[in-house]
């Protein structure tokens, strides 16, 4: 069984910092892009980031500069570094595998049945 589990948010200023980490069990996870994804409440899942399986990152324009998306294969981990945080990035953030791809790009669409984790909490305040 497919199980992702994210983890590493907190609450901080803005301007400060976090790492989120998304880990995952029952999946060949070095052939998979991975996503991470956030959702405020009454919205839609947004993609924020995602990485291929050669370590390829894309962003979403608002993170651009300020997020950055790693992986580790040997621990089926994926990252998300958070600088210099804004009030609106304040939102449950969750992370999604097999991703798909435009020439070896991940590409911002939810995998179909998708089975969402419980998200990690990130809340920055002013």
């Known amino acids: 069984q497919v199980q992702l589990v994210e983890s590493g948010g907190g609450l901080v200023r803005h301007g400060g910092s976090l790492r989120l980490s998304c880990t995952a069990s029952?999946?060949?996870?070095?052939?998979?892009?991975v996503g991470w994804f956030r959702q405020d409440p009454g919205k839609e899942h947004e993609a924020v980031a995602c990485i291929s399986t050669t370590s390829d990152p894309n962003y979403a324009g608002s993170v651009r500069g300020r997020f950055t998306i790693s992986r580790d294969n040997a621990k089926n981990t994926v990252y998300l570094q958070m600088n210099n945080l804004e009030p609106e990035d304040t939102g449950v953030y969750f992370c999604?595998?097999?991703?798909?791809?435009?020439?070896?790009?991940?590409?911002?669409?939810?995998?179909?049945?998708?089975?969402w984790g419980q998200g990690t909490q990130v809340t920055v305040s002013p």
């Open positions: 999604a595998a097999d991703l798909p791809t435009i020439r070896s790009l991940c590409i911002f669409v939810v995998p179909p049945n998708v089975n």
């Open positions: 029952g999946i060949a996870f070095d052939s998979k892009e």
